[in-house]
């Protein structure tokens, strides 16, 4: 599957525990918002974003490739069967810049859609998930855990959420969905080398990236 994403949907305040770390109120619904294609780099590219544009938080989070188009779906069960592959992705944030962009009720875009802001690690056949509500990730940041991901810890499972989204945005093949954050978002550094790891069924994939000085 070599098609390129026509769009990134990503989910903010998916897990409680991230959502309080920023003062926000856990969601009845799941927040939604859109990376377009131009955002995306691949993990072994350095990450960069302009500092004149304040800090940038890392976001670590569990991504999905769909691979069948997924339109309207309301069954949870049939929206899964729509993922092809997995993989970590970092949801960068310019959070200075959101807060401010939240502050005057403006789009989170410039924080959130600039170019490089959202970095994909390589995809994992979806035959590596035996379970959908119990994929563990985490994020290392000069090899301290920073972030520790457990999706039986979302607040909408993966199905419902996939369903939920299809009703707002036809997702084509190649699309990705970026599944929100665990807490543990902090600030990047110039230098910083981070070490993402995802638990599959047969093997822990484990990917390295830096941050440009
Ligand atoms: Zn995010």
Redesign the pocket.
């Known amino acids: 599957m070599s098609q390129g994403p026509s769009k990134i949907v ?3 305040r ?1 897990y409680a525990d991230h959502a309080k770390e920023l003062g926000n109120a856990v969601p009845d619904q799941p927040v939604l918002f859109i990376k377009p294609p131009s955002s995306l780099i691949s993990l072994s590219q350095a990450i960069s974003w302009n500092p004149a544009w304040g800090n940038c938080h890392h ?1 670590c ?1 569990l991504s999905l490739r769909i691979d069948r188009p997924l339109k309207g779906e309301t069954d949870p069960v049939k929206a899964i069967e729509a993922i092809g592959a997995v993989t970590l992705g970092l ?1 960068l ?1 310019l959070r200075d810049l959101q807060d401010a962009l939240k502050n005057k009720g403006q789009p989170w875009e410039r924080a ?1 859609a600039f170019d490089g802001s959202c970095v994909l690690a390589d995809w994992v056949d979806v035959s590596e998930v035996s379970d959908w509500n119990n994929i563990h990730y985490s994020l290392e940041v000069n090899d301290v855990v920073r972030q520790k991901g457990d999706t039986a810890l979302l607040i909408f499972e993966i199905g419902a959420l996939l369903a939920e989204i299809s009703q707002v945005f036809s997702l084509d093949v190649g699309d990705v969905v ?1 599944t ?2 665990p807490a543990g ?1 902090a600030a990047l550094n110039a230098g910083d080398q981070l070490k993402m790891t995802l638990k599959g069924q047969t093997q822990d994939f484990v990917w390295h990236t830096s941050v440009q000085a």
Do not use: A, I
């Open positions: 990503c989910v903010g998916s976001e989070e949801d944030t959130k970026m929100g954050t978002v």
